[in-house]
């Protein structure tokens, strides 16, 4: 600015600036204004370098605006200023728009890059504040050095997840970072994430993506697998000769973005329990999709808050209870401990009062031990219940039967004798509100005794309990139910339960005590051999059963192959076989069994002679050896010039003349002859005896009929192995009919 010194008048009022003169006038001295006094009259002036920004500018502004009243130069340039204006705000405006986006992105991004974002976030604006005083001194450099040096010592005062994230940066790095923020937005931070980048070769086939949508919810096991992908893809190409087949790498990125960008889909799909418990929304977690009774129980178990009298002692119980969501109705089941046990027998109770689960309905339970154990999610699974379980340590995943818990502490267990508290604190108070004397010696005797006589038994509390629930809480009006009680949510709703035809049938299946493998016609349950004659057939031998005692003798169980409901085998003690059980049936099965087998092996044989198994080899090699031969290799050759060969051929080509023998000499080359033969048998013989088995040494004499007579031994010995093995008699005589052919 031209003009650098102001009076107080000039400047009171002003942006930035207090509003009365002795304002101006206090703050020049607790600040410490440079000041002079007026050229003209009396008074100081102050330099503009003291005054706030806000005043400089508006001084600044006001000098512009009298500049452009009187100079022709400034009024001419007062269009370019403005067209300078308005492009600065289209840019501005262009990079609003730009971070829009970027804030979208980075809200589909996973997690990890999310994380990473944020991280890169706090270095950048850490950056900022931190080169704030340096930037007044001109000392930007030097103040960007320190800030690095100290964030690579850790010594700046930030979170440990953004060390944990981003270990050591640089000048360089930070300067990047604050240009990606400035001008691309967060999600720039995780990486290349640009909404301007071009889109991959799967991106721009919607049908191509349209069929791996397909493969990974019908197949999610393939989801993390690009090559099994790709080679799927080649196979459909024959069908889709338009696509453009991409690389294994590829489709492994447009997988990545794919489930990041539709991660809730895809467990919904996939996954039920994993959306239900992640990604749900909270107000779904109360089941809007209710629509009648039956549609969703909630399971869980409890210690009682009320000690009872059990053989003389003072105890705690569990209760195990449910409750049917849609009209708040609940089952009660008092238990020594929560156990499998106990919670088949509280089903039990539901299913004979409320019927069955409906269609698509959930059966929501606890995720402890007993809960999870094979017999109850086995029974589960054969009622086709949906068994969804909630997180360990999550209460609010099953949230109406831990408020059930609540209100049946609050509305009956705490009036009880014997209450001990529902909380360390309440238990506290309980202790203290007893004399002193009562805790100690002879008077916490006699309290322990009043105490264990004026207790319930587990058959009195229980009986009190259904009390309570049949003509207290069913007719309490509930909040959650728009002031109805469960016995009108139920009345109102015209609802028809699926009973169950034969109440016994539940006998058999609360008694399930697991799986079992048929070995031998016998299973192995409970310790206890099980067996029946059917079990003899080898159609059941190594096949898996479900089984079932009879609840009425031990001795007794069904067993259930695992991919038939429609037939069942009941099966009895090993040990009654013989004793009580006669074993004629299973002596007439066994034998039965036998049969079956010999009429296996016979058809079988007929099967392998009808489509040539046995000579199968030799028709396929008789083929190759008809279509590739050596024919195509035949070259014009040369005679070879080796000195023995040619020697040889002199004499092969040398006819003798015919010589006249004498009877000694003749009868001297018979002996000759007979000693060469016997040699060469004993050389046979020799041979014979490096032979593994019978069945080479067979095809060995088969092949020696082609070039010599058999001795009579070895005649012999053929027509016996012929007779004796059928299966080998074959494969001898295909080869000494390759003589009878020559």
Request: proline share 4%.
């Amino acid at each position: 600015m031209s003009k650098q010194w102001f009076s107080v008048a000039e400047i009171v009022g002003l942006p930035g600036m207090p509003s009365s003169s002795f304002g101006v006038r206090k703050r020049s001295k607790s600040e410490g204004w440079e000041c002079r006094k007026k050229a003209k009259g009396k008074g100081f002036e102050f330099h503009i370098s003291n005054f706030p920004e806000e005043t400089r500018g508006y001084l600044a502004k006001l000098e512009v605006e009298q500049l452009c009243k009187t100079d022709p130069a400034a009024i001419a340039g007062r269009e370019l200023v403005a067209q300078m204006e308005a492009e600065e705000k289209a840019k501005k405006k262009g990079k609003q728009a730009v971070k829009a986006k970027s804030l979208m992105a980075f809200n589909s991004l996973p997690e990890d890059k999310q994380t990473k974002a944020n991280a890169r976030l706090f270095i950048v604006k850490a950056r900022e504040t931190y080169l704030v005083p340096y930037a007044e001194i001109s000392k930007i450099t030097v103040g960007e050095k320190l800030f690095v040096t100290e964030y690579n010592d850790r010594e700046l005062a930030l979170e440990p997840w953004v060390y944990e994230t981003v270990s050591k940066i640089s000048c360089a790095s930070c300067r990047r970072w604050q240009k990606q923020l400035d001008e691309q937005g967060l999600a720039r931070l995780a990486g290349d994430y640009s909404a301007n980048k071009r889109p991959g070769i799967v991106e721009q086939q919607q049908e191509l993506q349209n069929y791996l949508i397909a493969v990974i919810t019908g197949k999610p096991h393939l989801a993390n697998r690009p090559n099994v992908l790709l080679r799927m893809v080649n196979e459909k190409h024959e069908q889709y000769p338009h696509w453009v087949v991409p690389s294994a790498s590829s489709i492994g990125r447009w997988l990545s973005k794919w489930k990041a960008d539709n991660i809730a889909k895809f467990a919904y799909l996939t996954n039920p329990d994993a959306y239900n418990s992640k990604h749900r929304p909270l107000f779904a977690k109360m089941y809007p999709w209710l629509q009648a009774p039956n549609d969703c129980w909630e399971f869980d178990s409890t210690p009682t808050d009320v000690q009872l009298r059990v053989k003389g002692k003072l105890v705690r119980y569990s209760i195990i209870a449910a409750i049917d969501v849609y009209t708040r109705r609940a089952k009660l089941l008092l238990s020594p401990s929560s156990n499998s046990e106990g919670i088949c027998l509280l089903l039990r109770k539901c299913l004979m009062d409320w019927g069955m689960l409906n269609d698509g309905g959930i059966a929501r339970t606890d995720n402890g031990s007993d809960y999870v154990s094979k017999r109850v999610s086995a029974v589960f699974e054969m009622l086709a219940f949906d068994q969804s379980k909630a997180n360990a340590f999550s209460g609010w995943e099953k949230p109406y039967i831990e408020r059930f818990f609540g209100t049946l502490s609050q509305g009956l267990l705490e009036l009880l004798p014997g209450y001990i508290g529902h909380s360390v604190s309440d238990r506290q108070q309980i202790e203290a509100a007893k004399a002193f004397a009562q805790r100690i010696g002879e008077g916490k005797k006699k309290a322990q005794q009043e105490a264990l006589e004026l207790a319930l038994t587990p058959d009195e509390l229980e009986e009190v309990m259904n009390d309570w629930l049949e003509h207290r809480y069913n007719h309490t009006s509930h909040e959650g139910l728009d002031g109805k009680t469960p016995f009108q949510m139920y009345s109102e709703s015209g609802y028809r339960p699926r009973l169950l035809a034969d109440e016994h049938s539940l006998d058999y299946l609360l008694n399930y005590v697991g799986e079992a493998t048929v070995i031998r016609g016998r299973i192995s349950a409970g310790n206890v051999k099980y067996t029946a004659p059917e079990l003899m057939n080898s159609e059941w031998d190594r096949k898996r059963v479900r089984v079932f005692l009879d609840p009425n003798d031990v001795g007794r169980a069904m067993l259930y192959p695992l991919d038939n409901w429609d037939s069942f085998i009941e099966a009895v003690n090993v040990d009654l076989v013989g004793r009580s059980i006669d074993p004629a049936a299973f002596r007439e099965q066994r034998k039965q069994q036998t049969k079956a087998l010999s009429d296996f092996r016979r058809s079988s044989k007929k099967l392998q002679q009808e489509f040539g198994i046995d000579t199968q080899y030799a028709e396929a090699l008789a083929a190759d050896k008809a279509r590739n031969n050596l024919k195509a290799f035949s070259h014009q050759g040369e005679l070879s010039d080796n000195a023995a060969i040619e020697a040889l051929t002199k004499a092969a080509q040398h006819k003798p003349k015919s010589v006249e023998r004498s009877d000694e000499e003749l009868e001297r080359l018979e002996k000759a002859k007979e000693a060469l033969l016997r040699r060469e048998e004993s050389i046979n013989q020799q041979k014979g005896l490096v032979i593994r088995n019978i069945h080479d040494k067979a095809r060995y004499l088969a092949e020696q009929t082609l070039s010599r007579e058999l001795t009579e031994k070895e005649v012999s010995f053929l027509e016996d192995y012929k007779r004796n093995n059928p299966f080998g008699r074959k494969t001898v005589e295909e080869i000494m009919a390759r003589r009878r052919q020559a």
